[in-house]
């Protein structure tokens, strides 16, 4: 299995309604925990995935949330949910967001992505 | 497929008048994202007014119904495949892309397109919509399940919409068939509305890069609009499709757009994707309000516990146990009523005619033959009622995803997967729905190991056996061993389809495995109306396509066991005679012939000949027990199976006067059923489905050879290895 990574939180971005992206910290959308929210930036999958992919609204630059990362990956993607192989989510890149601007879908039941972490 | 020149797009904006009758024929196509419940849709629009059928040259079923609209004209809706977007990465899609293009063999372009966006999921539902729209044809949107989305706390201003799309947007609840005849007239009022179109600008270097390739395909015929959409649509795709086979220099003024496009600092692989979504964003931003908190919803909820990796994997196998108990316990009355049935009828014939050839042929031939057809009906309604459920209500999707891991230590998709359980219900379909899996080499092998799922038809060769040799002792309170030994046949040709893909995926087949990417739809209610329509479709089916077989076959058989006549001397017993006349008819030789295999699993000449005659369909094994055993038809207490069951028990070896069905026997022929390919219509889909002509059959025989080695194999392991044991053989 991949090592999960856990997100900190970008506190430059407190003072914008927008969450600030740090390129820097991309990775791949394998290693985020659930309640995790993150940026699509990057399709290292094969062409015929990617496309279709994009159809089903995983475009650069989409917002998804995980739902449930225990058994492959459960995404939210405007609206819908979306399951995707440990494979393909190992091979999109994302941009982890700053979890305090955006709601994370069950941060009154779960600690958000950020305290989350055991690595 | 497609020919040079064939690019050409007739623009047929009016409904056309209908051959046959002079009347207007309004030609509808129905589109939509899967688990919008366009089935559903259909199902309200059309009623039980539905042929399904194939489109010419491929297996995708064409589902085509009708209905009389509003003006007193008849409207044929035509049901395609559920498609995320045109951009065709299977062959469904495919076929969807070609219907509205006009470019599908013998299906005219549609008069207008009705599109189904499921009102909770608009966003991605209106990227295919947006691509619709560019297509030229009159567009309507039925945006289902409104209920659902109020129920999830979203508002849907539908005026705003409609402005936004420039399209008729009518909201209906298709579960209750709510707004169905706003929809029957919008779609008869769309050919006079101003066409559809594309509303978004390309920005300028987006646009200058991609004229001359629009300008490319507007010269081989395609309409403008229709150019723009598929200048586009062919920038993320490998190749372009077969139906634009005929535009000449397409791939290089295509690399030429790209190189443009990247020089302008834009990805051309992802540019209709962020285009479309941007557009739809504003619109839905506009016309959408949604609660603020994403909530997490029930259905996530649930999933925690159906999609947990052990839970997950158990609760499905529980619910299949449960379907399969079902299956045996609620068919067997329902058959009995239709053996009474039957019964009833051949004692009708008695009387009416005297005894002689006709009447044999019509009570143990025709009548015979009959029975043993419709005796599947309630077991195939059942089962397409259970996976029907599981279907619409959200579950199947759950069991693709908590099954990829499994499949994929096999080396096959969890898409493999729903295949799979068709299987179940009949090898046909399952093998004609295996082209949702888009990889070919893994479509073969899901084919080549489809038919190792215990599909319905050899339902009455277990329930024969187990009925007759399985006591029924309760096991664990909830179920008996009958139920027990019914679900362990599964299992085994569950896992030898398990083992046989992994083998094929390993060798022959070897190559990479297809990411999973699906969706999970939110859980819901099944209509039961729709249920019933789909149900009722799927048996109409079976009795047209393998009942028709199956009672050409029981005449067939029926002749076979009756010439040539035997010399039977006077005064025999009629018991004696019949047995007499078995033995020396055409089929009594057959079975003769073939004893010399068969003796080594413990089977004498009268298995020999049932097993000859189900090589064309499994099925037949009983009705041709029923022959051979002189109870077809004119069984006096009225129910067929009951009375052969008693005959099987009682049977005896003339030679060394011992029981002939141990329960040995018995196992080992069910084992050799689990694993035999013995259909001919499976075999001609598998023919079809794997390249057609010489190398289609040569899958076929090669899948038939397989599967008769392991029947073979296992059935002489569970004699010899039973007796081995110590048990009687």
Redesign the interface.
Known sequence: MLARRSVQPDHRSTASALPVIDCQRSCALAECERGCQAMVVGMGCAAPDACRLRALGVVEGTRVTVVDSRNGMLLSVRGSRLALGATIAAAIVVVPMDVAHGAAPDQASAPPAAVASHT | MSAPGRGTLPSRARPHPDAESGKRVLRVALLGNPNTGKTTLFNALTGMRQQVGNFPGVTVERVEGSYRGPAGERVGVLDLPGS??L?A?SPDEAIALEVLLGQAQGVPRPDVVLVVLDA?????NL?LASQLMELGIPLVAALNQVDAAEAAGMRIDVPELIAELGITVIPTVATRGEGIDHLRRAVDRAPELPRPARRFVLPPPVANALAPLEARLRLAGLAPSVAELEALRLL???HPEAHLAGVVGLDEELARARAALERADV?P??L???LR?GWIGQVVERTVT?P?????TA??RV??VL???VW?VVIFVALMAVVFQAIFSWAAPLQGVIESGIGLLARGVEALLPAGDLRSLLVNGVLGGAGSVLAFVPQIAILFLFIGFLEDSGYM?RAA??M??LM?RVGLH?RSFIPMISGYACAVPAIMSTRVI?QPKDRLATIMVVPLMSCSARLPVYALLIGAFIPPVAVAGVFDLQGLTLLAMYLLGTGAALVAAAVFKRTLLRGPV?????????YRLPAWRSLGVSVTQRVVLFLRRAGTIILALSVVLWALATYPKASVPAGTPAARASELQLEQSALGRMGHAIEPAVRPLGYDWKIGVSMVSSFAAREVFVSTMATIYGVGGAADDGSQTQALRERLRAERSPVTGRVVYTPLVALGLMVFYVFAMMCMSTSTITARETGGGWIGWRWAAFQFGYMLVLAYGGAWLVYHGGRALGFAG
């Open positions: 995320y977007s951009s990465s909770q999921n608009l966003e991605r990227f993320a795709l490998s990805n692989l992802s209709e994707a962020e979504y949604r603020r908190h994403e909530e997490r259905s996530d999933d925690t999609l947990h990796r997950g999707a995803f908590v990829d891991r994929r969890g888009e297809r990411p999973m990417i699906l969706e999970l739809p939110p």
